[in-house]
T-cell receptor
């Protein structure tokens, strides 16, 4: 079974609109971490935001916020006021358990294209 | 912030030659580093976990003799693609976690390997 599911292979969004990228996860661990990374066409992986399973508040980093719904096992990324430079691949990833040696499990990614 | 460098960024080689890719953590020590392979428009595929001072842990289906990993110091891991063939052409990315309290992985910029 997929541990990380990103159901949107591609999305087109008008500039300045908010966008939500979906991510659901599957784990039986109580302690885990959820990450979002951005990968522009250059290939570099850019860390965006992190949510720990015990964090009660949704994580926020500038225009990025993570809508963490633990009971539903979802960790959607919300980008407010999208910009042309937000066009990229976006990956959701999970680290399971405290003893995972930091290994990440990756979703398939969502290609986001911002239209002017 | 933490930086991970990767060298070379791009390499083109003839079939049958070996190629070495270096991954360095520049301002922190990394006892663990990860090597990924990424096909176009696909997610990251973990190849192996590089452990400083010990043997690498390879994922199922990854040939150990084909992809040699050496983690000789706390800041350097190398991936050598031995006797490269066109099917080894891919984007290779390394990452290094900077452990607690900041549970974050830092990625190298990637190496694009083309085998002719």
């Amino acid at each position: 079974a997929q541990k990380i599911t990103q159901t949107q292979p591609g999305m087109f969004v008008q500039e300045k609109e908010a966008v939500t990228l979906d991510c659901t996860y599957d784990t039986s661990d109580q302690s885990y971490g959820l990450f979002w990374y951005k990968q522009p066409s250059s290939g570099e992986m850019i860390f965006l935001i992190y949510q720990g399973s015990y964090d009660e508040q949704n994580a926020t980093e500038g225009r990025y916020s993570l809508n963490f719904q633990k009971a539903r096992k979802s960790a959607n990324l919300v980008i407010s006021a999208s910009q042309l430079g937000d066009s990229a691949m976006y990956f959701c990833a999970m680290r399971e358990g405290p003893d995972s040696n930091y290994q990440l499990i990756w979703g398939a990614g969502t290609k986001l294209i911002i239209k002017p | 912030g933490a930086v991970v460098s990767q060298h070379p960024s791009r390499v083109i080689c003839k079939s049958g030659t070996s190629v070495k890719i270096e991954c360095r953590s520049l301002d922190f020590q990394a006892t663990t580093m990860f090597w990924y392979r990424q096909f176009p428009k696909k997610s990251l595929m973990l190849m192996a976990t590089s452990n400083e001072g010990s043997k690498a842990t390879y994922e199922q289906g990854v040939e150990k003799d084909k992809f040699l990993i050496n983690h000789a110091s706390l800041t350097l891991s190398t991936l050598t693609v031995t006797s490269a063939h066109p099917e080894d052409s891919s984007f290779y990315i390394c990452s290094a976690p900077r452990g607690p309290p900041l549970d974050e992985q830092f990625f190298g910029p990637g190496t694009r390997l083309t085998v002719l």
